[in-house]
């Protein structure tokens, strides 16, 4: 892998493919852009063909709920706002 990677026009950069493969990145893979400090940082987002069934049992609670959608909802929403 190159030690660095030029800003292109219009400020698109091409990740090398050893990269690429390595966290599953393909056309049109989402990528959340953070700052820390001086560094930028890109993290893949997973894409799944039926995501209810990735989320199902990751999500605890003691009681009953009544929306079920709207706590997966805050439950997804927390995880990538840690990211």
Not at 53 to 68: G, M, R, W
Request: charged share 35%; hydrophobic share 35%.
């Amino acid at each position: 892998m190159p030690d660095f990677i030029k800003v292109g026009k219009f400020g698109r950069i091409t990740l090398p493919k050893e990269l690429r493969n390595r966290h599953g990145i393909r056309e049109k893979t989402r990528i959340i852009i953070r700052e820390r400090g001086d560094q930028i940082i890109l993290i893949p987002v997973v894409s799944y063909d039926n995501p209810t069934d990735e989320l199902y049992a990751s999500v605890k609670f003691t009681s009953p709920i009544n929306d079920p959608k709207a706590e997966a909802r805050v439950f997804i929403r927390d995880r990538v706002s840690d990211c």
